[in-house]
């Protein structure tokens, strides 16, 4: 047995457990991270457009700009079809889509065949928003994909199976 190994399957447990928690607590901030980083980018998108394009960016938070990205590339869109594709509850969305309302970044409207139901649609303003958001992307995965170079085959293939197991466990 090597020292770094545990002595039984109590500490074995015990090290596993450890471990899932830092990894957990690590992934929350890996998310939050890019998060910041995706708003910083925004802002420095804008900074051109002046100062009202600013402010209206800073008031947005990640969650209002991902219920945007969702509704440029899905419009119309109901707001529980936003709700399922990013994963928050319905409540969410419609205090978000309030506030998006509010600041002439979306409309409503109700389809002519289906006057029930409310769909959402990008304003001028909201699409502005919607395509900088969107120029970001590639620069990100670009910035991504040479993070991920400095690890081996090996790593990369666990890192992959961590992220599917992750992602499918509910």
Request: aromatic share 6%; net charge negative.
């Amino acid at each position: 047995m090597t020292s770094t190994q545990p002595e039984n399957e109590d500490q074995a447990l015990q090290e596993k457990l450890r471990l899932s928690e830092q990894i957990v607590h690590l992934t929350i901030q890996i998310r939050q991270q890019e998060e910041r980083d995706d708003q910083e980018r925004l802002l420095e998108l804008v900074q051109t457009k002046g100062q009202a394009w600013v402010d209206l960016l800073q008031s947005l938070n990640v969650t209002a700009l991902h219920v945007l990205s969702a509704i440029g590339e899905h419009e119309p869109i109901k707001g529980i079809q936003i709700a399922r594709q990013l994963g928050i509850t319905k409540g969410a969305i419609s205090k978000v889509t309030r506030k998006l309302l509010e600041q002439e970044l979306i409309f409503s409207e109700r389809l002519p065949n289906n006057r029930k139901e409310i769909y959402f649609r990008l304003s001028q303003k909201g699409r502005e928003i919607f395509k900088w958001h969107q120029q970001l992307h590639p620069q990100l995965e670009e910035q991504g994909r040479q993070f991920l170079l400095r690890y081996s085959i090996d790593e990369l293939q666990l890192i992959v199976r961590f992220c599917q197991d992750y992602l499918n466990q509910g």
